[in-house]
């Protein structure tokens, strides 16, 4: 259950703009080196960028999964599991790792490049997870199929 919720929470926060969010709550220029994080090192400016990215596709993930009633509706075991826990680890040590770099001079350009590959590679599969996952959900019981 678990593996499914930060799976779907990773799989959300990939289609939903941050910049949004972060234009909202600091406005203007809310960059790294914008008028509110001038004054911080680029760790806290990323930090608090990866709060809002996922924490509001998690209370989204949560509140869809209480009212469609997902876990119940799934089979036993749990298909994509395995794929789903996978990809979300490798896509959140991703920005971990590079909220990290970002204190070092210089060392977050190559980071950066090496990563673009295995983040577009978890995305992807994260995507077939989340096919996967969504096909196997049964019915709800309120639902007539007339086929």
Do not use: W
Not at 54 to 67: D, T, W
């Amino acid at each position: 259950m678990f593996s499914i919720k930060v799976g779907l929470t990773v799989f959300l926060s990939t289609l939903i703009p941050t910049s949004f969010f972060m234009r909202m709550i600091f406005g203007g220029k809310y960059g790294m080196y914008g008028t509110f994080f001038k004054d911080f090192p680029p760790a806290v400016f990323l930090s608090v960028n990866f709060i809002i990215t996922f924490l509001i596709p998690f209370m989204i993930i949560l509140v869809f999964i209480k009212k469609t009633d997902l876990m119940t509706r799934l089979p036993k075991p749990i298909p994509g599991r395995a794929l789903f826990l996978l990809c979300s680890f490798v896509i959140l040590l991703s920005h971990v790792l590079t909220t990290f770099t970002s204190i070092i001079n210089g060392g977050s350009t190559t980071f950066a490049l090496v990563n673009l590959m295995f983040m577009a590679a978890a995305q992807i599969a994260l995507f077939l997870a989340v096919i996967k996952l969504l096909m196997a959900v049964k019915p709800h019981e309120k639902f007539v199929y007339l086929g």
